[in-house]
């Protein structure tokens, strides 16, 4: 059986300022050498740096690899932590 968004581990680890480790992504909305925007199960993560290169890629898993100079993420967007049927009757 495949696990729910919210059941899924998001972790983020990053070596050195130059390899980044994800897990929990659920797709790759975007990315080229200076950008890379990743949505997780906890928000959108954007990640800047220089020579960015996505190395390893699953979905399937949420598994990605991101290698290159990293100055700065951040997350965008909401923690959704509450279904969108409790949000639509409030």
Not at 19 to 36: H, I, M, P
Not at 38 to 61: A, F, P, S, Y
Not at 77 to 89: E, I, Y
């Amino acid at each position: 059986m495949a696990e729910t968004a919210k059941s899924k581990k998001h972790t983020v680890t990053l070596d050195d300022r130059k390899k980044l480790v994800l897990t929990g992504a659920e797709d790759v909305s975007g990315f080229n050498e200076e950008t890379v925007s990743v949505k997780t199960v906890d928000g959108t993560l954007i990640i800047k740096g220089e020579g960015l290169h996505i190395d390893r890629l699953n979905l399937e898993t949420g598994d990605v690899s991101v290698d290159g100079k990293i100055n700065a993420m951040q997350y965008i967007g909401s923690d959704n932590r509450t279904s969108k049927l409790s949000r639509l009757f409030k």
